[in-house]
């Protein structure tokens, strides 16, 4: 499979959502804090709002109430395999928080090396993206685990850490809303980690993660298969 052009390589943040693309603004959003590295053929995107619930005293999914917990299942994390055809980019989510019916495709411009706008093929949206950092080859790891999932993504001194959620029960309503679930099922839903990583000098810290109490954590990069 074909790596991404070298211009994708990187940690992306969003500047901008509009919906539509064009005409009058029904939604506009500069706060959600967005952040998607991109190496040659993996990527990873979290999204952390404004409106983050408080967190105090709780260290473990466990901890959480049932509020927490469906803040934490409604968020907007994913990684996975980049597909570049063209000026059209597909985000194939191979670990998804919240998986949804609808294929993830944007049609990109780029309006300089550092200035992304990607745009959905019908109009329905419009996001500009500002690269925070640049990545290469020799800056990459890639961490897959048996099963082929991506479990870390790192570009220079910027990575993700995914962790999967456990499989969930054969009756288990994966596309409902998680208002809608309860108890262990609630709880399932909400176990996927995708956790934002900056190294300084002690190692690799958390900056945001879909598991808050996880923030300023350091954590090892895993073994290679």
Not at 13 to 24: K, N, Q
Not at 32 to 60: C, K, N
Not at 194 to 217: E, M, N, Q
């Amino acid at each position: 499979m074909s790596e991404v052009p070298a211009r994708y390589r990187g940690l992306w943040r969003r500047r901008l959502y509009v919906e539509p693309a064009a005409g009058p603004s029904v939604v506009e959003d500069t706060t959600t804090e967005v952040y998607w590295l991109q190496t040659g053929l993996w990527h990873a995107d979290l999204r952390i709002p404004v409106d983050m619930p408080d967190f105090t005293g709780v260290g473990s999914l466990a901890d959480c109430d049932r509020m927490q917990l469906i803040w934490i299942a409604g968020l907007t994390a994913f990684a996975g395999r980049t597909i570049v055809e063209g000026r059209f980019c597909t985000w194939h989510r191979l670990v998804d928080m919240a998986p949804g019916l609808d294929k993830d495709i944007g049609a990109m411009r780029f309006l300089s090396d550092r200035l992304l706008e990607e745009q959905h093929p019908d109009g329905r949206y419009l996001e500009r993206w500002e690269k925070v950092a640049s990545g290469d080859a020799t800056g990459e790891v890639a961490r897959i685990d048996e099963v082929g999932l991506p479990v870390w993504l790192q570009q220079g001194t910027h990575a993700f850490r995914i962790v999967p959620r456990p499989s969930l029960e054969a009756d288990h309503e994966l596309l409902e809303a998680p208002e809608t679930l309860a108890g262990a099922a609630l709880a399932r839903r909400a176990a996927t980690e995708v956790s934002y990583l900056c190294r300084d000098a002690d190692g690799w810290r958390v900056a945001r993660s879909t598991h808050p109490w996880r923030i300023g954590d350091l954590c090892e990069v895993p073994d290679a298969r």
